[in-house]
């Protein structure tokens, strides 16, 4: 794996890599610009061609290129290298040994779904009656069709099976590409078909009936490459639109992306045929920091926000939500009503607490106990996984006063939960693991380019990483004297401890939830947290 890196490293100059998404300009001996995730003022994203590095001391994010595309597209190591290699010339099979035959597995499947693709493509525009329903009832121009290269599968129940093995597929192939059903025909009849597109391209489909039978819709299963627990529909498309006005609309179905994209609101993504998972908002918050939630209004709408908010939570991410559909249960139902009020709702974000909150204002009696009771249940529980403690006392404030109850009738009430609630403060972990990192790359530039001594500390050996570090310390602390830097190491190492400490009582705090009835226990880890809140 390392020569195939060392080779693509080789051919691909950093500065060139970067300059597809970063306008760089010369400064002295490296290349300076903004950020692409947008979080700074001033220009503070730096590139070395010397080094074949980068650092962006707004977001403290770094590396090689490899590192920047994982970052900026949101992908895995291994989509990065597939797609730095192609950019480069690179054949990754001579490298793979014993993937081999993986790899092969994996093409032949990509070879087939492009092919079926074409031919769903195809018999779409010679079907009269498919044509109407999808430019007519769906309302979807040529344009739309072309971007999402929409398409129709027959009714027959081994056209695509002819079709593929016409072009010297083998069934195996097939099956493994997710096209065939139990009974070894063609698992898609007679429905518009929407490939699912990843930046390799079709990795698999949905496909929607054209009448009211059942299921409406229909997916591929898990495959080689289809994996839809990470899978965002609409993302390859709506990618650049996200990263040039930062922010991501995530919708619940695949046909509210494509209207969105036709009504002009080309950031709009979903998750494909599952509930929205860690992994998905994980790619996301890679490429804004912005995310809104365009869900229905109803109960499963209201329940899957709730599940997003904690999610986003543990993350240290800070969701919106998208509302005001008026009469339109949905999106895409708004668009066809007119795109402009669809627009006009983008804009119109509320912080997904606040609209929680309200929905549930709305469904229960507060003027009851048990209105009351499962009001506060709710907003306790969702009010938990805010990390800024300033927000989440501006969330409880307004519960109390909502109930006609002081904060700490609240509180106490969390404490009355389980003993150990009151120890359970989420907070961000992702966003201090962050800040802890910048801290530490740091105090390594310090010991490692000042010369200052540090004990919490532990001295790199990857040479992406030294270079890195030295670049941080050039920019940060190079004309400052040895009396400036061996201060600033002891207060890195001050902040540095405090992390520590928040982590340590973060890995005990899911120990008390795993620990739920067992007292003994319990009181265990509760002194230990007592004694490091101490110390």
Not at 61 to 77: A, L, N, Q, R, S
């Amino acid at each position: 794996m390392n020569d195939v890196k060392e080779e693509i490293r080789e051919r691909l100059a950093v500065e060139d890599v970067v300059g597809q998404y970063v306008e760089l300009k010369r400064a002295g001996r490296n290349l300076k610009g903004r950020s692409p995730w947008g979080v700074d003022k001033t220009p503070s994203f730096m590139v070395s061609p010397e080094k074949g590095i980068w650092h962006d001391f707004s977001a403290n994010k770094g590396g090689d290129i490899f590192t920047f595309v994982m970052e900026v597209e949101g992908i895995t190591f291994r989509e990065a290298l597939e797609k730095l290699a192609a950019q480069a010339g690179v054949e990754l099979k001579k490298y793979s040994g014993g993937d081999v035959k993986v790899a092969e597995r994996k093409k032949r499947a990509s070879e087939a779904l492009e092919y079926a693709t074409k031919y769903y493509q195809f018999c779409l525009s010679r079907n009269k009656k498919v044509c109407e329903y999808v430019f007519y009832k769906r309302n979807l121009n040529r344009q739309t069709v072309k971007d999402f290269r929409i398409g129709y599968a027959p009714a027959t129940g081994k056209a695509l099976i002819e079709f593929l093995q016409k072009k010297g597929f083998k069934l195996e192939e097939l099956e493994m590409a997710g096209l065939l059903n139990r009974f070894k025909t063609d698992l898609f009849r007679g429905r518009m078909m929407v490939p699912f597109i990843d930046m390799n391209g079709v990795i698999g489909f949905t496909a929607r009936v054209l009448d009211k039978s059942e299921p409406k819709y229909l997916n591929t299963p898990e495959t080689i490459l289809f994996n839809k627990s990470r899978y965002i529909f609409g993302l390859v498309q709506a990618k650049e639109a996200i990263r040039q006005n930062d922010f991501v609309v995530i919708v619940e179905g695949n046909m509210d992306v494509i209207s969105s994209h036709q009504a002009g609101v080309r950031e709009a993504v979903a998750t494909s045929g599952t509930a929205m998972t860690e992994k998905h908002l994980k790619i996301l918050s890679r490429l804004t920091s912005d995310i809104r939630l365009a869900y229905d209004g109803d109960e499963a709408g209201v329940k899957a926000t709730e599940r997003a908010i904690m999610l986003a939570g543990d993350m240290g991410i800070n969701l919106s939500v998208i509302s005001g559909y008026g009469d339109a249960k949905d999106p895409d139902e708004l668009i066809q009503k007119d795109p402009k009020l669809w627009q006009e709702a983008v804009q119109n974000k509320v912080p997904a607490v606040e609209w929680l909150l309200k929905e549930y204002e709305q469904k229960l009696d507060l003027n009851s106990g048990d209105g009351k009771r499962e009001y506060s249940n709710v907003a306790m529980r969702v009010i938990g996984y805010l990390g800024d403690a300033v927000e989440r006392k501006h969330y409880e404030q307004l519960v109390a006063d909502r109930l006609g109850v002081t904060v700490e009738d609240l509180l106490s009430k969390k404490v009355s939960e389980g003993k150990q609630r009151r120890f359970l403060k989420k907070v961000k972990s992702e966003a201090e693991n962050n800040q802890a990192g910048a801290l530490e790359d740091n105090l390594l530039a310090l010991v490692v380019y000042g010369g200052v001594n540090a004990k919490s500390v532990e001295l790199p050996e990857d040479e992406t990483k030294l270079a890195e570090l030295e670049l941080i310390f050039t920019k940060k602390y190079g004309d400052w004297n040895k009396e400036a830097l061996t201060k600033e190491a002891m207060e890195l190492e001050k902040r540095l401890a405090d992390y520590d400490k928040k982590a340590r009582i973060r890995e005990l705090n899911k120990k008390l939830e795993q620990a739920e009835g067992d007292e003994e226990l319990t009181d265990k880890i509760l002194r230990e947290i007592t004694k490091i809140q101490k110390g």
